[in-house]
């Protein structure tokens, strides 16, 4: 049974840094990039950041690839984002994936 659990929000004040965790237990195949979204209050889940996890090459959504850094540990199963001069629109759910799996979410709250 795969389990996929983020950690690591919070409320921080904008132009802050805040880093996200995410560890896969269980098997999933590592030809499965893994990878962070985000949800805003009353809009859809978007894309953040991804990383390849057998070539570790990282991929961004446009808005934050100055700012966030995927990277990921394969001993310990775990995906980071690194957020720095956070926005107040990056306030949101952050979500991470792979394969078809989801974690539960963890609050970003990005006040101005």
């Known amino acids: 049974q795969v389990q996929v659990v983020e950690s690591g929000g919070g409320l921080v004040q904008a132009g802050e840094s805040l880093s996200l965790s995410c560890t896969v237990s269980?098997?999933?195949?590592?030809?499965?990039?893994r990878g962070w979204f985000r949800q805003a209050p009353g809009k859809e889940r978007e894309f953040v950041a991804g990383i390849g996890w057998d070539d570790g090459n990282p991929f961004y959504e446009n808005s934050v690839k100055d700012r966030f850094t995927v990277s990921r540990d394969k001993a310990k199963n775990t995906i980071y984002l690194q957020m720095n001069s956070l926005k107040p629109e990056g306030t949101a759910v952050y979500y991470c994936?792979?394969?078809?799996?989801w974690g539960q979410g963890t609050q970003v709250t990005v006040s101005s």
């Open positions: 269980g098997h999933v195949s590592s030809v499965y990039a």
């Open positions: 994936n792979v394969d078809n799996y």
